[in-house]
């Protein structure tokens, strides 16, 4: 009988979440949601205007990332600009775009847009959103 309320729970979509469920998990994870819906925003805007600069400037430095297959630490946001192209590519600007906030996955390390590809998270005590990782 369990098994078979297994199966049929398995079976069953997901079901979507809504804004208000996303704003109850960022409270419960950071206090505040709004720093983190706005930081997506922010990202998605600049990302769409290949705001290089602007994108660089939501990135936590020192930043570990892969170039070209190699591992890569990117010191400063003038070195992110110059990598950019490599760093931002067509599947991080996809993934970007397709995000939306209520599909956000969220736990106690950060938030996370599409399947991983880029997560942001509050760094140090005052606080600040900033892109912790992006992964090709």
């Known amino acids: 009988m369990l098994m078979a309320a297994c199966l049929v729970g398995a079976a069953a979509p997901a079901s979507a979440q809504t804004a208000a469920e996303m704003d109850g ?3 419960t994870l950071f206090g505040s949601h709004q720093p983190y819906q706005d930081f997506l925003h922010a990202l998605k805007q600049a990302v ?17 990332t892969r170039i070209d297959g190699k591992a890569a630490t990117i010191r400063d946001a003038a070195h992110f600009v110059a990598s950019y192209d490599k760093i931002v590519t067509a599947k991080i600007k996809q993934a970007v775009a397709a995000q939306s906030y209520p599909t956000l996955f969220a736990n106690w390390r950060g938030v996370m847009i599409g399947n991983g590809e880029i997560w942001f ?7 600040r959103i900033a892109i912790i990782a992006i992964n090709h």
């Open 25 to 27: 998990t960022l409270d």
């Open 48 to 64: 769409a205007a290949d705001d290089r600069a602007g994108v660089a400037g939501m990135v936590d430095y020192p930043f570990k």
């Open 121 to 127: 998270s509050g760094i140090g005590d005052e606080g």
